[in-house]
């Protein structure tokens, strides 16, 4: 059963990877998922993403004060809550408490780092097994063998990450409004003639040669990034219609490619998008 890891910043980053290890010891039939370990290299990043979303049961969003209102963090939620009748959203409230949550964050199951809190939490994902699911007194012992290597572990990520200094609070709904519109479309994916026909006129204009993007501008965050698979990720989010501004967004924190890449890639598809447009 797959479980979807939701995370941004460096905080929430690290308590990911720890319910990734830990929850796999207490329920070896889960398989969790999180996009910083688990994309192949030189998978195309946005697909990976959103075949790993739609595949999932059980979604855990690691939330921190740093992140809560962060494009990506809204952009990942509504994309598990789309399913409420299949998927199980989970919050993870790292430093957070509830009343420091805005709506659709606000509406989810909260997690808080506390032993009953946690236990409800596997106890969910238990539930979600089915058949398969272990019997809750055996769950009940697991448990109690791997809390106390988590509680330690949790304690340690809180002092080794400082909290980063928020120097404004959202004021409106601009970027919510961008994601409930992102996460409509994504059952809509572009597949009609017109669509084949736009992408086969990219691929011929600007795929043909294999080229890579200058270390420098790297900025030794990744060795290898290829421009097509930096244009192949922005053909997938425009194909989405997400909004330019949640496609740096995106890409760049989450994908590890350079802002002005992006910038750059986005220029030059929007002309030819008009191109496109200006032949029909």
Not at 34 to 55: C, H, P, V, Y
């Amino acid at each position: 059963m797959k479980v979807f890891i939701s995370w941004s910043g460096d905080r929430s980053k690290q308590v990911a990877e720890l319910l990734d290890d830990w929850i796999q010891c207490v329920i070896q039939a889960v398989d969790p998922w999180m996009s910083s370990k688990d994309i192949d290299r030189g998978a195309l990043w946005f697909t990976e993403i959103s075949d790993q979303l739609s595949n999932t049961s059980v979604g855990i969003v690691c939330l921190t004060k740093e992140n809560k209102d962060k494009p990506w963090i809204l952009f990942e939620s509504g994309a598990l809550a789309k399913g409420l009748s299949s998927n199980r959203v989970c919050t993870f409230l790292i430093d957070l408490s509830p009343t420091d949550l805005e709506n659709p964050l606000a509406q989810f199951n909260h997690t808080f780092p506390t032993r009953d809190s946690v236990w409800e939490l596997v106890r969910t994902i238990n539930l979600t097994l089915k058949e398969k699911a272990l019997k809750e007194s055996i769950l009940g012992k697991v448990f109690d063998t791997y809390w106390s290597q988590f509680e330690e572990d949790f304690k340690r990520i809180i002092e080794c990450t400082p909290e980063t200094e928020i120097t404004a609070k959202r004021k409106d709904n601009d970027i919510m409004l961008d994601v409930l519109s992102t996460v409509r479309l994504l059952d809509r994916r572009l597949r009609s003639i017109e669509s084949n026909n736009e992408r086969q006129f990219i691929n011929e204009r600007h795929f043909n040669e294999r080229s890579f993007i200058n270390e420098n501008e790297l900025n030794s965050k990744r060795d290898e990034i290829s421009l097509n698979e930096v244009r192949m990720n922005i053909q997938n989010l425009i194909e989405q219609e997400v909004p330019e501004s949640m496609i740096i967004e995106i890409l760049s924190e989450k994908a590890g490619m350079p802002r002005s890449i992006v910038r750059k890639e986005l220029a030059r598809m929007k002309e030819i998008k008009e191109s496109i447009n200006n032949k029909k």
